[in-house]
């Protein structure tokens, strides 16, 4: 079946670094990524919207300077945390389907503590 | 406006209870999408079941079934003879036909623990 990998499965750094998270799909294209972010024991909360070759589509309150969305190709989405500070520390987690309509498939996870 | 409510925030029983997770959703749309997924406490979201708008039929995979009401705007899970591997969050999702990239919108999930 199709699978999402996500690279790193977790991450612990500084306060001010940058940090890149990967999603890729790999065994289908998508044109179509996204990107949730989870805080513990509260459900997924759509960041923004990922579109191969254009810009993405942000949700309301999400900074679009703070996280950086880039994808490049069918297969890569990534997700860039600028100057990371704790308030950023949580669950981030990507998805992408390989039609509307037909299921999600998600990545792993990835675990951002900022210390 | 779209919305997924999953009013239980925590259910516990003891093995071989059966459970309900119950589902409401509320869509202006007459083409959508539902879907359950389970989160272990791994994280990894796992993918249970879709359902699109026109299709009422209930399901029955091993011990989980799925029961849709469109006249409830209802997608209500059913775990029959639960075991402690069914531990985890479980979330209820929309998709509606109208939306052009497929996004999910997410009930706030129930957690369900099974004690042995």
């Known amino acids: 079946g199709a699978v999402v990998s996500q690279h790193p499965s977790r991450v612990i750094c500084k306060s001010g670094t940058s940090v890149k998270i990967e999603c890729r799909s790999l065994d289908f294209q998508a044109t179509t990524m996204f990107w949730y972010r989870q805080f513990p024991k509260q459900s997924l909360m759509l960041m923004a919207t990922s579109n191969e070759g254009s810009k993405a589509t942000y949700e309301q309150g999400v900074e679009k300077d703070k996280f950086l969305i880039n994808h490049a190709s069918l297969t890569l989405s990534t997700l860039t945390v600028t100057s990371a500070h704790p308030e950023d520390s949580s669950f981030y987690i990507c998805s992408a389907s390989e039609m509307i309509g037909q299921p999600q498939h998600f990545g792993d996870g990835t675990r951002l503590s900022i210390l | ?116």
Do not use: H
């Open chain 2, 1 to 116: 406006a779209q919305k997924v409510t999953q009013a239980q925030t925590e259910i516990s029983v003891v093995e071989k209870e059966d459970v309900t997770l119950d589902c409401v959703y509320e869509t202006r749309d007459t083409t959508y999408y539902l879907f359950w997924y389970k989160q272990p406490p791994s994280g990894e979201l796992v993918f249970l079941i879709r359902r699109n708008s026109f299709d009422e039929q209930n399901e029955i995979s091993g011990r989980y079934s799925w029961n849709f009401q469109k006249s409830t705007s209802s997608f209500n899970f059913t775990i029959t003879a639960s075991q402690v591997v069914d531990s985890a969050v479980y979330f209820c999702a929309l998709s509606e036909g109208s939306s052009n990239t497929g996004k999910l919108i997410f009930g706030q999930g129930t957690t369900l623990q099974v004690k042995p």
